[in-house]
Nanobody
Framework: QVQLVESGGGLVQAGGSLRLSCAASERAFSNRAMGWFRQAPGKEREFVGVISWSGGITYYADSVKGRFTISRDNAANTVYLQMNSLKPEDTAVYYC?????????????????????WGQGTQVTVAS
């Protein structure tokens, strides 16, 4: 069974921090780059960042670079998104995604087309 389950969302004041987690089944996690996406109301889903299978390479959208950090624990089949200095414009549903390959390159070049599995999403709301 393929599963990606996000947790850790909630309401936070601007300038605050949240840490999202995504627990995955073995099939949806092993040997895969893992990404985070978000979708704000009335907007298309957008790429946030990606981490390689090894964890050695990460890549972020310009809008979150320097504020968000992706990490992973391969022994626990879990990927994390640490979000600092949150802004009201970060308000969105955040999705975890399993890439088709172990490297970040496909997701960096064609984010939506490089995903095999999606999580159900977790809401993040940043109050001003």
């Amino acid at each position: 069974q393929v599963q990606l389950v996000e947790s850790g969302g909630g309401l936070v004041q601007a300038g605050g921090s949240l840490r999202l987690s995504c627990a995955a089944s073995e099939r949806a996690f092993s040997n895969r780059a893992m990404g985070w996406f978000r979708q704000a109301p009335g907007k298309e889903r957008e790429f946030v960042g990606v981490i390689s299978w090894s964890g050695g390479i990460t890549y972020y959208a310009d809008s979150v670079k320097g504020r968000f950090t992706i990490s992973r624990d391969n022994a626990a089949n879990t990927v994390y998104l640490q979000m600092n200095s949150l802004k009201p414009e970060d308000t969105a549903v955040y999705y975890c995604a399993a890439g088709r390959t172990s490297t970040t390159w496909p997701m960096r070049n064609n984010p939506q087309g490089a995903i095999d599995y999606w999580g159900q999403g977790t809401q993040v709301t940043v109050a001003s």
